[in-house]
């Protein structure tokens, strides 16, 4: 095929934002990155992308340098650039503090569910008929509570490893979605509900993110 997929994980730059939960999009990037054997990414425009190839087809990985709230415009220059059809050949890599930490949600199209970086994204792209995948943070902050902290925090404990194993899967999910589309992508990956873990709600509502 001639067509590129690009695969955009989400995230601020900037060393202090390593390993936070609102770059859990650019973590998944590094892992598809090292098994890819994509070596050291380049500057285009307002991304950091670097090419590679999953089953034969021809992929860009990109982070956006634009931080989170603007992500629609480093996304749609590179769409735009090489001439992708957002429809079928991008995939959205991002955190919901919806799902538990960890978890995974698949999907073919939807609304940014308050999530800032998807926001822009649809603004800029004029739909929101895109493939994503969602993971989970975990840790929805009271109402009132500090949403820009939590989200730019870390992981610590048992979290931080169970995001390491989601970053694995995540990168699976991906490699599944180019090679054998996302209806087998999220049979095989979405986290399936479970009755003892009541938070567990496939949703697509959540606060503003940052």
């Keep these: 095929m001639d067509s590129y997929y690009v695969i955009a994980g ?12 609102h770059n859990a999009g650019f973590d998944v990037i590094d892992e598809l990155a090292d098994r890819l054997g994509i070596g050291r990414p380049v500057r285009f425009g307002k991304s950091l992308i670097g090419k590679g190839m999953i089953g034969g087809q021809k992929v ?3 982070k956006p340098l634009t931080y989170m709230n603007l992500s629609g415009e480093a ?4 769409c735009s650039y090489f001439k992708v059809d957002h429809h ?3 995939i959205v890599i991002s955190d919901d503090i919806d799902l538990p930490v960890g978890h995974l949600r698949i999907r073919k199209k939807g609304s940014a569910g308050g ?3 998807l926001k822009n994204i649809i603004l800029h792209l004029g739909d929101d008929a895109f493939m994503r995948v969602r993971i989970g943070v975990g840790g929805k902050p009271s109402p009132g509570a500090d949403l820009a902290g939590h989200v730019l925090g870390h992981f610590k404990g048992e979290d931080r490893a169970v995001m390491e194993e989601a970053d694995v899967k ?5 490699i ?7 209806d087998k992508a999220m049979n095989l990956y979405n986290t399936r509900k479970q009755k003892q873990v009541k938070k567990d709600v496939d949703t697509d509502s959540a606060p503003e993110g940052v």
């Design 115 to 117: 999530h800032n970086g």
């Design 60 to 62: 860009i990985l990109m």
């Design 170 to 174: 995540a990168a699976d999910a991906v």
């Design 88 to 90: 079928d050949h991008l």
């Design 176 to 182: 599944c979605m180019v090679e054998q589309g996302p």
């Design 75 to 78: 996304v749609r220059e590179v």
């Design 10 to 21: 989400l995230g601020n730059p900037g060393r202090q934002y390593d390993g936070s939960r």
